[in-house]
């Protein structure tokens, strides 16, 4: 599987765009690029997936830059029950996730 | 998205004694389900995948003959920890995998987690 590097954490203010990078040099070509969330003692939510194209759903925004070597995650206005672990994983298939060690999110009031 | 349910949410045990994990996809069928544990301040780690009516698979390191999985239905994957001991307290997590008929964009959706705790 591709590895993905995500920083440590992160902190953003409540209301602004919270923008989470994720690089993944070593992605294949037939990878997607999967985000999931997990709010403390919780399970983790799913979020947005995509393979090359810049993706949007209700929850948020995917980016995927052109080489496809790393993407961001945007939550377009942060609110304070958007604080968790953001987890970036790249995989062929969805079948077996293999979690690294995400970013914390802190939403700053 | 997949709405999964796990019971119980928590449960507190004797060393010694066994406990029983339900997993249920509440609206579909479930031919694939996971099971993940998860320790303090950690990443959740992979356990075994489960398939209905077959054997689990194990991860490399972790004891079958402990965490017995029994995926019976299309809905429903258990997994009994056996024998229970303090280092087994954790935070349980199962998973279930909705397949969309492309496997590339199939996707994987979480219960909310067990908590068990061994005295």
């Known amino acids: 599987d591709a590895k993905t590097t995500q920083p440590t954490s992160m902190d953003c203010a409540e209301g602004r765009a919270a923008n989470l990078p994720c690089n993944h040099s070593?992605?294949?070509?037939?990878?997607?690029v999967y985000w999931y969330r997990q709010i403390h003692s919780q399970g983790p939510q799913y979020i947005i997936h995509?393979?090359?194209n810049n993706e949007t759903n209700e929850m948020a925004s995917l980016i995927i830059t052109e080489d496809r070597k790393s993407s961001t995650l945007i939550l377009p206005h942060a609110t304070l029950r958007d604080t968790a672990v953001y987890y970036c994983?790249?995989?062929?298939?969805?079948?077996?996730?293999?979690f690294g060690k995400g970013t914390r999110l802190h939403i700053l009031p | 998205g997949a709405v999964v349910s796990q019971h119980p949410s928590w449960v507190i045990c004797k060393s010694g004694t066994s406990v029983k994990i339900e997993c249920r996809s509440l609206d579909f069928q479930a031919t694939t389900m996971f099971w993940y544990r998860q320790f303090p301040k950690q990443s959740l780690m992979l356990m075994a995948t489960s398939n209905e009516g077959s054997k689990a698979t194990y991860e490399q390191g972790v004891e079958k003959d402990k965490f017995l999985i029994n995926h019976a239905s299309l809905t429903l994957s258990t997994l009994t920890v056996t024998s229970a001991h303090p280092e087994d307290s954790s935070f349980y997590i199962c998973?279930?995998?909705?397949?969309?008929?492309?496997?590339?964009?199939?996707?994987?959706?979480f219960g909310p987690g067990t908590r068990l705790t061994v005295l």
């Open positions: 995509g393979l090359k």
């Open positions: 994983i790249v995989r062929p298939r969805i079948i077996k996730i293999i």
């Open positions: 070593t992605i294949s070509g037939n990878e997607y």
């Open positions: 998973s279930v995998l909705l397949a969309q008929g492309n496997t590339s964009t199939d996707t994987q959706y």
